[in-house]
């Protein structure tokens, strides 16, 4: 009965997270217009859904169907012609796409019919661009077509991405009219209106340029993948697993929250889309069994933010790092899963303390589903991520998810309860659209960020000028390097902010010898901080109102849940060891030093210290126990970060203090326990 209940509120959930979608995406579409005319609409950008699927397809298997627009700025224009065009439906803003009005075609149908309409025009000439190189010098004709692009490009970006992002890109994509101008490290060289413009639409180095191509060689793949996953109910399926494996826990729920986002965050890449997806399950039900709205909602927040460094998908971040750093996308992956082990572990560790520091129990094992029925119900789940795994070690990258995208619908139709019907493959076809016209005119914009600071030649003189400046010295680089991520991550994406310091900054920090795939992450690490950190946190907005808590608490709390976070880009970057760069021993030894030290940080943040017990500072009875639990606190974070740090020195004087500090909390222990204070 149990296990039934929890399988309705699982279907319950997803149909109210449904109808919440469809009635936000309304609210978007404004107006007045007739439902037969968003019909169309949707029916057209499905259909274009649909077209975009089957080139990425011919593309990536190399069926040649296509003949010489098989050239890679033929496809990433014809993606553009279809990506690009749709974001003014998706994405209308007030004026929605009604043909009604004082004119029959409004501003969004005049993008989306100038979008194709160029875009596809210059598809099918890409051959002719590259064989008489209008990358450099356009006709007359193709410079205007090409300025119109650059336009519908920015506006694209505007409304898919948001304000800042669209401004970075505009002063940046036009950087280079100015640069012989500029002062200093900024200085650079000039080009006319004209060349930037055949430079930025017509050369593959710019809008063409590596994140498009990323996106239409590997990413789509994957994101395709997770939409079937999803659709042919890989979602429930783990996030059943998840309770039944900790379900019973204390705090239990709160660390199914935390494993689920985790997951749809690789996946998704994106933390706001992850707190919305899966928030509206798990905030409800950690409330449900006895935590406050705001911690709730910080638990979803931070959960959700770390999956975007979470192997096997980790967004489309991953793709493009490999792409940056010339090597596998496997690489990257493995590379990422001690420093997101150890993201989570202090995440699971603050979770555990406040549950026992607070007597929050798991549910009964009567309610939740068993392991042995879930996995007879979804073994092809796990399944299906065993394939993609093995497809991608055989460097077999761009066909892997498709390959398991087609084991996966195979599988569900032939189940009766998964079986797909029009109306899932409708729904199927537009949430690849909604993703692609996110990510594409996104890409598109930083591709003309790097275009911009490559033909300047600012990309490659500004490395230099920084480590002039900085003397040489790591420590200040690492501090520049985090803080102008941590204030470009306020406002931008995360795939954004992390392009734009692979060109600027991580060039600098390898000339100044530290790991190259450590600096990568680093940058990437320290750019999604600010989505949990006030007063931005824009992660914690969506969580916070779906919990019914105030934004700011609900700040505050993801910031100390994470906290983690904030020193584990020190830790690997000063240690490759800990991205597994390095012999077994070293790395061996530095991730256990680290696994102590971030479990010891974490305790202390949160004041519950596993087979010791709290150390809050309002349960003492007097002020010198307040004082006690505050310096026992103190104690513990220094001697965790000693055991974190790369040095062996360090941990040799972790070791040390580890003995007094033992004394002192048994001290404590006993006296609190004699005067009844915790």
């Known amino acids: 009965m149990g296990r039934d209940k929890v399988s309705i509120d699982l279907s319950d959930k997803k149909k109210d997270t449904d109808r919440a979608a469809e009635n936000s995406s309304q609210t978007r579409q404004a107006g007045n217009e007739p439902q037969s005319i968003k019909d169309?609409?949707?029916?057209?950008?499905?259909v274009l859904s649909a077209v975009g699927l089957f080139l990425v397809v011919d593309h990536v298997f190399y069926f040649g169907l296509f003949g010489k627009y098989e050239l890679q700025t033929s496809y990433s224009y014809f993606l553009m012609a279809i990506f690009i065009s749709t974001a003014f439906f998706i994405y209308p803003g007030k004026g929605g796409v009604t043909l009604k009005g004082r004119y029959f075609l409004n501003i969004n149908v005049l993008f989306f019919l100038i979008t194709?309409?160029?875009?596809?025009?210059?598809?099918?000439?890409?051959?002719?661009?590259?064989?008489?190189?209008?990358?450099?010098?356009?006709?007359?004709?193709?410079?205007?077509?090409?300025?119109?692009?650059?336009?519908?490009i920015l506006e694209a970006t505007r409304r898919a991405g948001g304000t800042a992002v669209f401004l970075v890109a505009l002063v940046i994509s036009l950087y280079p009219l100015i640069a012989e101008y500029m002062p200093g490290m900024l200085k650079g060289a000039g080009f006319s209106l004209e060349r930037l413009i055949a430079y930025h639409i017509m050369s593959p180095d710019s809008a063409l340029g590596i994140p498009i191509v990323v996106v239409g060689n590997i990413l789509l793949g994957y994101l395709v993948f997770g939409i079937t996953l999803v659709e042919t109910g890989g979602g429930e399926f783990f996030f059943k697993i998840s309770m039944a494996l900790l379900g019973h826990a204390r705090g239990g729920v709160a660390k199914v929250a935390t494993l689920a986002s985790a997951f749809f965050g690789s996946l998704s890449g994106s933390a706001i889309s992850n707190v919305i997806t899966t928030g509206t399950m798990t905030i409800p039900m950690m409330k449900k069994t006895g935590f406050p709205a705001h911690y709730a909602a910080a638990v979803e927040a931070c959960a959700s933010n770390g999956g975007t460094l979470m192997p096997p998908v980790m967004g489309a971040v991953a793709f493009v790092m490999a792409s940056f750093l010339n090597?596998?996308?496997?690489?990257?992956?493995?590379?990422?899963?001690?420093?997101?082990?150890?993201y989570y572990l202090g995440l699971l560790v603050q979770v555990d303390g406040y549950a026992a520091y607070n007597g929050l129990k798991g549910l009964p094992k009567s309610e939740l589903p068993t392991i042995r029925e879930t996995l007879k119900g979804g073994w092809f789940y796990i399944f299906a991520m065993i394939i993609l795994v093995v497809f991608v070690v055989f460097r077999m990258e761009s066909q892997a998810p498709f390959y398991t995208s087609l084991f996966l619908l195979l599988v569900a139709n032939v189940r009766k309860e998964t079986r797909f019907n029009l109306e899932k493959i409708k729904k199927f076809l537009h949430g690849i659209a909604v993703v692609m016209t996110q990510l594409v005119p996104l890409l598109c914009a930083v591709g003309m960020i790097i275009g911009s600071l490559g033909m300047t030649g600012v990309a490659h003189a500004f490395p230099s000028e920084i480590l002039h400046y900085a003397g040489g010295n790591i420590v200040l680089l690492l501090v520049l390097g985090g803080f102008v991520a941590f204030i470009l991550g306020m406002g931008m994406s995360a795939i954004t902010v992390y392009v734009f310091l692979a060109i600027m900054l991580a060039p600098a920090l390898v000339k100044a010898g530290l790991n190259e795939i450590a600096v990568h992450f680093f940058i990437l690490y320290w750019g999604i901080l600010s989505y949990i950190t006030p007063p931005v946190c824009v992660a914690v907005y969506p969580a916070a109102a779906i919990a019914g808590a105030r934004p700011m608490k609900t700040g505050w709390t993801a910031a100390r849940l994470g906290s983690v976070k904030y020193f584990i880009p020190i830790f690997f970057v000063l240690n490759p060891a800990l991205i597994l760069q390095g012999p077994l021993f070293e790395i061996i030894y530095s991730v256990s030093m680290a696994t102590i030290g971030v479990f010891l940080i974490a305790s202390s943040f949160e004041g519950y210290l596993l087979g010791f017990g709290g150390m809050k500072m309002e349960r003492a009875a007097s002020k010198l126990f307040r004082y006690l639990f505050l310096l026992l606190r103190i104690g513990i974070f220094v001697v965790g970060f000693l055991f974190a740090m790369p040095e062996s020195k360090t941990d040799f004087v972790?070791?040390?203090?580890?003995?007094?500090?033992?004394?002192?909390m048994l001290y404590i222990k006993r006296r609190a326990q004699r005067e009844a204070t915790i």
């Open 40 to 46: 169309i609409w949707q029916l057209l950008t499905i």
């Open 327 to 342: 090597v596998p996308y496997l690489t990257v992956a493995v590379t990422a899963a001690v420093p997101s082990f150890l």
């Open 654 to 664: 972790g070791a040390l203090l580890v003995v007094p500090l033992i004394i002192v």
């Open 116 to 152: 194709v309409f160029i875009c596809t025009f210059f598809g099918l000439k890409a051959y002719e661009m590259q064989m008489k190189g209008w990358g450099a010098m356009a006709p007359t004709h193709m410079i205007v077509l090409g300025a119109i692009i650059w336009f519908i």
